[in-house]
């Protein structure tokens, strides 16, 4: 089960975690759209550390629109970036992102 | 407080060096070194990406993308007791001297 459906709008979570985390910051704090469901994969935070990475985590491919990931973005509109998040770092997101 | 390794974006990051090389054959042995010591169970993708990112600011920045590579991979032997510190340290002496 995912807790979260194509076409759902989603927020990054801030944390300072700290370790291994495959989230990088400029991510971090953004609302995008969830586009996918990649599977489930072993935690990576846990893997980093000689875990088991168990329980197996759900990934997402999230879109954004770069003009809210960048400041100041000068490129078109629509253009945007996808990435792949895992279920944890993810939060409902109030606002339409697009 | 962003560390180190997770600058991409960053305003202060500079420009992306897209420099290509051809690559060198030291180059070439880090990385079956790493991969075959992946297959074989020795340590995880992650485990090296996380030693990576645990290098010193200074060090992470003066080393280029396969000395790091060589550097996390000679981190997480010591750190399995597979080799110790002074045992990489007499072998790149001796290394160093055989190629004099």
Known sequence: ?98 | MTRIHDLGGSPDAGPIDKDQHEVQDWEKLADAVTVILDKKGVKTTDEHRRAIESLEGEQYKELGYYERWIAATELLLVEKDILTREEIDEKAVELEESWR
């Open chain 1, 1 to 98: 089960m995912t807790r979260f459906e194509p076409g759902v709008h989603v927020r990054v979570r801030s944390d300072e975690k700290p370790g291994h985390v495959r989230t990088p910051d400029y991510v971090k704090g953004k609302t995008g759209r969830i586009e996918g469901i990649q599977g489930a994969f072993k935690n990576p935070e846990s893997l980093a550390y000689g875990g088991s990475g168990l329980p197996e985590l759900p990934l997402y491919k999230v879109g954004f629109r770069q003009m809210d990931l960048w400041e100041g973005y000068a490129g078109l509109a629509d253009d945007a970036l996808y990435i792949d998040l895992y279920e944890h770092w993810l939060e409902p997101a109030q606002k339409e992102a697009r």
